[in-house]
């Protein structure tokens, strides 16, 4: 089935970076962009953009645009989120989710990041 | 920026009908989605293109959209049902969300 597997929690310092990943499965990675999501506690879902794993095209939130990445590997179905010059506003749960037709379906288990 | 703004919260007694409106300027022209999420969990689709019912989703999800509001509907609410409810459309290549609504049956 089709499912997207992420990278364990993280702690990081602030002023620093962190990676999470996003591995693909069961399904042609190519064929379909992964948003990125975030989620601090008890808040609701703030989405920061998305990339097309089939090309260089990325899309960012106007809020994180010049402090994120999204990139992928397509030999290995995995899609990546960098997140630099991290603050105690950046503690939340990132998920990442498979774009279908604009939806978003499955999502990631999500990845907690705390700063 | 565009917004989109839910009830922070709805009660409904089991077996009763919820409703729960997403409105918003750019909701006139665009498809809007619907999530699930139940503590520590992911979120989970359940409506898609307004009114459309993913393989799985349980026939008493509804989805029906005019003008600038759309709303989800649970009919027959069952315990099982109360979480967070967040819609989502797009704004040019833009994710929006609105902020969720909780849904509490009791």
């Known amino acids: 089935q089709v499912q997207l597997l992420q990278s364990g929690a993280e702690m990081k310092e602030p002023g620093g970076s962190v990676k999470v990943s996003c591995k693909a499965s069961?399904?042609?990675?190519?064929?379909?962009?992964i948003n990125w999501v975030r989620q601090a506690s008890g808040q609701g879902l703030e989405w920061m953009g998305w990339?097309?794993?089939?090309?260089?095209?990325?899309v960012y939130a106007q809020k994180f645009q010049g402090r994120v990445t999204m990139t992928r590997n397509t030999s290995i179905n995995t899609a990546y989120l960098e997140l630099r010059r991290l603050t105690s506003e950046d503690t939340a749960v990132y998920y990442c989710?498979?774009?279908?037709?604009?939806?978003?379906?499955?999502w990631g288990q999500g990845t907690l990041v705390t700063v | 920026s565009a917004d989109l703004t839910q009830p922070p919260s709805v009660s409904v007694s089991p077996g009763q009908t919820a409703s729960i409106a997403c409105s918003g300027d750019i909701l006139g022209n665009r498809f809007v989605f619907w999530y699930q999420q139940k503590p520590g969990q992911s979120p989970l689709l359940v409506i898609y293109?307004?009114?459309k019912r993913p393989s799985g989703i349980p026939e008493r999800f509804s989805g029906s959209s005019s003008g600038n509001t759309a709303t989800l509907t649970i009919s027959g609410t069952q315990v099982m049902d109360e979480a967070d409810y967040y819609c989502q459309a797009w704004d040019s290549s833009t994710a929006v969300f609105g902020g969720g609504t909780h849904l509490t049956v009791l």
């Open positions: 293109q307004d009114t």
């Open positions: 069961g399904y042609t990675f190519a064929s379909h962009d």
């Open positions: 990339m097309s794993p089939n090309s260089d095209n990325t």
């Open positions: 989710a498979r774009e279908t037709n604009n939806w978003f379906d499955p």
